[in-house]
Nanobody, 120 residues
Framework: QVQLVESGGGLVQAGGSLRLSCTAS????????MGWYRQAPGKQRELVAA???????NYADSVKGRFTISRDNAKNSVYLQMNSLRPEDTAVYYC??????????????WGQGTQVTVSS
């Protein structure tokens, strides 16, 4: 059984920074892409940033230049450094990983979510 556990959310003032972490554990043979999504109240879940196995990142336009995604393949972990936070960044942030587990198929797995609140 695979689990993705996130940490690092919290309350921060506008202009501040937070760093989110996510680690996948369980029976894992290989991990493809990893990423971060967010969902604000009343809105659909949206992609924030994603990163390939080789480390190539992709960002939503709204976070380009402010957020940085990275990963540590040896630790099955992905990180999101969030700088210059804005109130509109307030949301529940979810970690996602496309990985090969005991089912022997590549499937998407999700973390439980971590709340990020940015006050003005």
């Amino acid at each position: 059984q695979v689990q993705l556990v996130e940490s690092g959310g919290g309350l921060v003032q506008a202009g501040g920074s937070l760093r989110l972490s996510c680690t996948a554990s369980g029976t894992i043979f290989s991990i493809n892409g990893m990423g971060w999504y967010r969902q604000a109240p009343g809105k659909q879940r949206e992609l924030v940033a994603a990163i390939t196995t080789g480390g190539s990142p992709n960002y939503a336009d709204s976070v380009k230049g402010r957020f940085t995604i990275s990963r540590d393949n040896a630790k099955n972990s992905v990180y999101l450094q969030m700088n210059s936070l804005r109130p509109e960044d307030t949301a529940v942030y979810y970690c996602n990983a496309n990985l090969l587990g005991s089912s022997f198929r590549y499937l998407d797995y999700w973390g439980q979510g971590t709340q990020v609140t940015v006050s003005s």
